[in-house]
């Protein structure tokens, strides 16, 4: 089972400020990554896919980058509706695993 | 535009069996694979396993001995069952549209159901 590691577990940031959120794997997963953002009481929304690629309606300040073991989700400039928990997700090998979340906080 | 709907019993006791039902509405139900996902409070996402029209079905390993997904493709619908429940299943199980079933890789996830929270405790 391919282990997804995110760092860090908790950031704390401003609205307007740059985050970074780091997901690594325990084997190559090529570019078969996905990101999910999570807001309390609400079930994950798919953001990026493949590594890189915006899932439909997603703003372009989400964005998404990294192959093989290291991946990363940038928000360029944080807006108030983005403090959320936000999981990676492996497709390269069953079974499909998550990571264990980075939690944006204010 | 896709929706799912779930239900189910959200209170049970040690060894007893989790059923759960999802239905699935505005979508090609027989083009995919339907999917279950649980996440215990405060904790990460777990996937549970997944079934197509035909009954086909794929496990997590760590899971396979107690669980059993069914489907009515007449009524649309996929349900989970999970034996011998402990107190490490409680969580929220989300019901989600999964992989096209002519894929061989897993799917990611852009439709999911609202969520269940089940409990388990004596």
């Known amino acids: 089972e391919i282990v997804l590691t995110q760092s860090p577990a908790t950031l704390s940031l401003s609205p307007g400020e740059r985050a970074a959120l780091s997901c690594r794997a325990s084997q190559s997963v090529s570019n078969y990554l996905a990101w999910y953002q999570q807001k309390p009481g609400q079930a994950p929304r798919l953001l990026i896919f493949?590594?890189?690629n915006r899932a439909p309606g997603i703003p372009a300040r989400f964005s998404g980058s990294g192959s093989g073991t290291d991946f990363t989700l940038t928000i360029s400039s944080l807006e108030p509706e983005d403090f959320a928990v936000y999981y990676c997700?492996?497709?390269?090998?069953?079974?499909?695993?998550f990571g264990g979340g980075t939690n944006i906080e204010i | 535009q896709v929706q799912l709907q779930q239900w189910g019993a959200g209170l049970l006791k040690p060894s007893e069996t989790l059923s759960l039902t999802c239905v699935v509405y505005?979508?090609?139900?027989?083009?995919?694979?339907w999917t279950w996902i649980r996440q215990p409070p405060g904790k990460g996402l777990e996937w549970i396993g997944e079934i197509n029209h035909s009954g086909s079905t794929n496990y997590n390993p760590s899971l396979k001995s107690r669980v059993t997904m069914s489907l009515d493709t007449s009524k649309n619908q996929f349900s989970l069952n999970l034996t011998s429940v402990t107190a490490a299943d409680t969580a929220v199980y989300y019901c989600v549209r999964g992989r096209i079933r002519t894929s061989l890789r897993p799917p990611y996830f852009l439709h999911w159901g609202q969520g269940t929270l089940v409990i388990v405790s004596s």
């Open positions: 493949d590594a890189s």
């Open positions: 505005g979508g090609s139900f027989s083009v995919y694979y």
């Open positions: 997700q492996q497709r390269s090998n069953w079974p499909l695993t």
